[in-house]
């Protein structure tokens, strides 16, 4: 069961950095040159810091 928890979060945390992007992009008036990186910078705190969440404080992992 936890592999469908991670697999929702991530879909969620991709997108939430998706979302994330655009708004930076509409802010800044333009696309970013180097679109991947600046994903790529906003989704792996995001993930690092929610997946540790969820092993925290998430169900116990089972047998």
Do not use: C, H, K, S
């Not at 333009?30 to 404080?57: D, G, S, Y």
């Amino acid at each position: 069961m936890e592999i469908v928890y991670f697999t929702v979060v991530a879909i969620g945390l991709y997108v939430v950095a998706d979302a994330a992007l655009r708004w930076l992009e509409q802010l800044r008036g333009a696309r970013f040159e180097n679109r991947q990186l600046v994903f790529f910078a906003i989704i792996l705190p995001l993930a690092l810091v929610t997946f540790w969440l969820l092993q925290a404080f998430g169900p116990p992992a089972g047998p």
